[in-house]
């Protein structure tokens, strides 16, 4: 064709597309109306399960550890780390697992039936924080990240006057990292937490739990040991009334003999089993849960922090998870347990050992990854309205509002 036909054709093109209003340069040149940008929102700004980025619940994403301006209340964080793993590896890719298996859950459908409550559309700001950049290269400086990354997003100031500090959904990686979240939790609130933990193992094991000749000072944090270092280091409370709870064992013991429980009471913690459903019931399990963490006549709630081993599920329910031990609880038992204890003072909660390369090709171990992360969230926003009449209160006093 010749250029002077080309450039007719081309001509002639652009003629048409301004004369249907199809330029939109004058566009970026001005300053859009709060109307305007509403329209746009209600045109464009809805999101199908299937579409997306692939965020928590399609939660704004926001890299919070870099953008210290953009405050939240409750922020999802990713931390895919699976190098302190005593088994099968590959639960550092349980974040983007869980996020992807989150895809149904929606703003404008996420009213939870069981707790009467959206979470998606209450009073707390929830972002997905993105992920913990932890290096795969060095376990020591892993932890260092980690401990930092939760100290920085936990300092922070909330989006809400009915907080006094954001929380944190920890998205794991292995269940490792509830050691550098308890540090943190320990610094922010300026005293030990005592720890709701779901899971088929007791992970207070003492390090040479794991006999080796190679031994050496970092071999001591893994993903069953993690809560030993925490009673080791004060992280946890040891007052003989104060006791933190297991939730769901059923695992093996060394040697031939009872002493790994009669460690892990030595530890102050109280011990329900996978088994203790048969005769105790959901409701019976939720009630022992609540009689442990009762506060005493005249104080106030301990913080608690919430742990939940995807492994707490029979592998009919997770396969999908480094340490799978059999005859666990059912999905729709582990949520109902979680709707009993909602009452808590949860401060901070994780789901970790996701490993998705084990599960099957329904997500079944990530589904309900996700749906855990679904019941902490509505836990934790129903909680925080029970704040609300204090900050009106203190509002019209003039006191602090935090």
Known sequence: MR??????????????????????????????????????????????????????????????????????????????????????????????AIRQASSRQTSFRGFNPRANINPYQNWAKILDCGDVPVTPMDNAMALVQMTEAFKELGSRKPASPLLQKPKLITLGGDHSLALPALRALKEIYGRPLRVLHFDAHLDTWHPEKYPSTWTSDQAQFNHGSM???????????????????????????????????????????????????????????????????????????????????IDVLDPAFAPGTGTPEPGGWTSRELIRILRGIEGLNVVGADVVEVAPAYQGAGEETALAGAQVVYEILSSMVKKGREGMGRVDVEKQTGKDEL
């Open 227 to 309: 809560f030993w270092m925490a009673s080791n280091e004060g992280l946890l409370s040891n007052s003989s009334s104060s006791r933190s709870v297991h939730a769901g064992l059923r695992t093996r013991l060394s040697g031939d003999d009872f002493y790994d429980f009669d460690d892990d009471t030595a530890q102050n913690w109280y011990r329900l089993t996978s088994d203790d459903i048969d005769d105790l019931g959901t409701s019976g399990i939720v009630s022992a849960i609540l009689e442990q963490f009762a506060p005493r006549e005249g104080e106030e709630q301990d913080p608690v922090y919430l742990s939940v081993d």
């Open 3 to 96: 250029p002077v036909i080309v450039s007719a054709v081309l001509a002639a093109a652009g003629s048409v597309v301004n004369a249907c209003g199809g330029s939109h340069d004058h566009d970026h040149d001005r300053d859009f109306s709060p109307e305007e940008l509403a329209e746009l929102e209600k045109k464009w700004g809805f999101e199908w399960g299937f579409s997306g980025i692939g965020s928590f619940a399609h939660l704004k994403y926001v890299k919070c550890l870099t953008t210290p301006s953009e405050l939240f209340d409750i922020g999802i964080i990713g931390v895919p780390f699976d190098t302190a793993v005593s088994y099968r590896p590959g639960a550092r890719f349980g974040p983007r």
